[in-house]
């Protein structure tokens, strides 16, 4: 019947030539990586069980990566210019996280 849609036009289905697109985070990009299929397994599964998505998990991994450098490279500038972390520097600093 012309001028008539269908059901599936109504809602915006695959006969109206549309598709529905995952929300994406604000300034997200999509990006297309290769993985050991193993890890990628284990990666899935973990993500699964905890409730997030496969970019969501991988995104918080870069993201832990990326402050773990960070990290490694501050103390890496404090101990060049007021000499290495002894042992009970560190010590200490762990029985104040433990407090």
Same mark, same amino acid.
């Given at each position: 019947m012309l001028g008539s849609r269908s059901s599936m036009q109504r809602s915006g289905g695959a006969a109206a030539g549309t598709r529905r697109r995952r929300a994406r985070a604000v300034g997200a990009a999509k990006i297309s990586i290769s993985v050991d299929a193993a890890v990628l397994r284990d990666v899935r599964r973990v993500a699964r069980r +905890?409730? @997030? @998505? !496969? +970019?969501?998990?991988?995104t918080q991994a870069l993201a832990r990566d990326l402050r773990r #450098? #960070? !990290? +490694?490279?501050?103390l890496a500038e404090y101990e060049a210019a007021a000499g290495r972390i002894s042992d009970?520097?560190?010590a200490e600093v762990r029985a104040q996280w433990l407090a």
């Open positions: +905890s409730g @997030t @998505t !496969l +970019s969501a998990h991988i #450098r #960070r !990290l +490694s490279e501050l009970e520097e560190l």
